[in-house]
């Protein structure tokens, strides 16, 4: 169903670009830190923004051209594995934060995924 599809590809667009907002901010609550540290975070801040934007590019792209060959179904489960790396890597580390926002990163990469699985099957 493209519908479900379309759901989770956006879910991973938008979070994507939820997520590049507070960049600034959260280096920031980090402190006193050097500069070099401060790029590192940024940079990692940014690349998954980054990486969450393209999977739901991708998602939603192979699904307005044609969701039913080979290509489309490879791609597909590509993102999926991909967002449940995501989520248990975020279940380990960010979801020990006291931060809400953090804390919703495995459940979003999830629910992507979930939306993704269901869109292929059904």
Known sequence: MDTLLYVGGI???LWGIVHLFPTKNVIS???EITEDNKRIIAMEWINEGATLIFLGALV?????SDPQTSISLLVYWSV???LLALAVISLFT???VNFLPFRLCPLI???SAICI???ILL
């Open 11 to 13: 879910m991973s667009l």
């Open 29 to 31: 609550d980090f402190g």
């Open 60 to 64: 939603i792209a192979i699904t307005i």
């Open 80 to 82: 999926v594995i991909m």
């Open 94 to 96: 960010g979801f020990k």
């Open 109 to 111: 990469f999830s629910l």
């Open 117 to 119: 699985i269901l869109g």
